[in-house]
Nanobody, 120 residues
């Protein structure tokens, strides 16, 4: 399973960006699809997640500004980011948790990350 994230870039504060993550490789099932971010010198934080049932959850620091979505087949994961702030500057990573095969345990797969820079 491979994850490829795209859509990062430089944007002014108050602007918007849309991140996308494409999954290749089959999985038996997926529990959650997630976006994390890591700012320089800081830990990696969960930004938003969406379950196989379509339930979305957000970190408090992005509630009301970011929206996570995925396609029906769970092959793509998006993150619409509005009203961006300088503190949103980070490398954003997509993450998928699930079982590659029925008898295997859950694995956590990570993409390489895409850089989002918000200028004030």
């Amino acid at each position: 399973v491979q994850l490829q994230a795209s859509g990062g870039g430089l944007v002014q504060a108050g602007g918007s960006l849309r991140l996308s993550c494409t999954r290749s490789g089959s999985m038996f099932d997926i529990n959650t699809m997630n976006w994390y971010r890591q700012a320089p010198g800081k830990q990696r934080d969960l930004v938003a997640s969406i379950t196989s049932g379509g339930v979305a959850n957000y970190a408090d620091f992005v509630k009301g500004r970011f929206t996570i979505s995925r396609d029906t087949n769970q092959n793509t994961l998006d993150l619409q980011m509005n009203n961006l702030k300088s503190e949103d500057t980070a490398v954003y990573y997509c993450n998928v948790v699930g079982r590659p095969k029925p008898t295997w345990p859950k694995y956590s797969y990570w993409g390489r990350g895409t850089l989002v820079t918000v200028s004030s």
